[in-house]
């Protein structure tokens, strides 16, 4: 089956892929060949949510665009309802008939106006039309996948390109090949079928535990803050890349693994200070939180004021990153005076600076306690969806309790 290839450099590229090795390698394949390109990532419960935000995005784009989705198959309803979206793109130009005044309106009458006045007044009134949008740009769609539960969807649409026998790395890579030189072509040929191998689970292929080895280093936890999902892509671009050099050097995998610490230092490189990076006392972990804290927007964190304290609240990150953003956020930074992590079950974890006491501030609203710096609580919605959703629970909670609680 021959895979399609992607259209000019020119196009605007709005990529979205799965979470996984062979979604971000499918990425960096056109990442390689050079397209201008946005870039989105979603397991598959988020795809509507992401879709949304990518027509948002492409709507604002005054130039040719193209939807590109791989390593993700889509149900047939949201294949139907990506086709609708990307043919109702495009048609701003509006129609002249659209101004017209209607003609069913019954046998004419005399006029009120003679001939000549008449010519005048419809000049006037075609002068003042509105002039018709500038037309735009329609945007296409490719969909590049490997995915055989997507079949129904691929036969509806000529769009939806299903290739059961190579990965979605391979087939991106196929897709751009020609934008490549030919060095770089032999080499990222061979890079998508290694990332094959591990995702389609060849296990008689030589190459097999060196890829489930990367699938796995790309799944791991990366210590990186949920928000911060651009930075969380190109460290894995890094890693991809910095795992691929080595072993072309003809590595054993036990050096490629060693490699690893390496691999994941590098790329704190100019990202945060020498000192800070060098310093033997500091676990790799504590500089990634260090970047975090110093990177991350302040629209990333929703703040809170409980009882006069300033509270950042944190949706379902990981403990340990929020244990250590937050350290760097309060104690270096003093940009909050407690924190506060919600899991998605309602169990809460607060922290808080000198002279904030989040045990008593747990046990006054949160039905929990602890200690002076570190306590824990529980709100009684215990299926929170997002954010905004934990906003609101909290700040029910504190009123209910008779506390004061306003946002920031």
Known sequence: MTTPILPSRDTLLFH??????????????????????????????????????????????DEPTLLLITDLNLTLDQADMVARRIAGMGQGERSRESFKTPSSRGPSRPGLLNQDMAAMLKQSLAAAEPAPEAPRHKPTVMLLDHHATGEDAAERHDWYHLDTERCASRLAFEAVAPYLDEEARALYAARAEFIDVGDRWLKEDPRFHRSIFLIGLIMEDDQLAPPLIDLKREYRFHLMNAF???????TSL????????????????????????????????????????????????????IDGYRAGIFFNWP????????????????????????????????????????????????????????????LKDNR??????????ISQTVVDKKGLVQTI
């Open 16 to 61: 979205l892929s799965h979470i996984d090795l062979d979604g971000y390698g499918a990425q960096y394949m056109t990442r390689a060949a050079g397209f201008r390109a946005r870039y989105y990532n979603a397991d598959y419960r988020d795809v509507p949510a992401t879709l949304d935000r990518i027509f948002e995005d492409m709507a604002k784009a």
């Open 319 to 378: 403990h340990d990153v929020f244990r250590g953003v937050v350290m760097e956020l309060m104690e270096n930074q003093g940009k909050m005076d407690m924190a506060i992590r919600v899991g998605g079950n309602g169990r809460m974890s607060l922290r808080s600076n000198d002279g904030v006491d989040v045990g008593i501030i747990s046990g006054r609203y949160f039905e929990g306690g602890g200690h002076p710096g570190a306590a824990g609580g529980v």
């Open 254 to 305: 036990e050096e490629l693994e060693r490699g690893v610490y390496d691999f994941r230092k590098a790329f704190l490189k100019g990202r945060i200070a020498d000192e800070a990076l060098n310093d033997r006392e500091k676990p790799l972990k504590d500089k990634y939180h260090k970047l975090c804290a110093e990177v991350i927007p302040p629209s990333e964190i929703p703040m809170l004021k």
């Open 244 to 250: 691929f050099t080595l072993m072309e050097q003809d």
């Open 384 to 393: 929170i969806k997002d954010v905004n959703q934990a906003l609101r629970a």
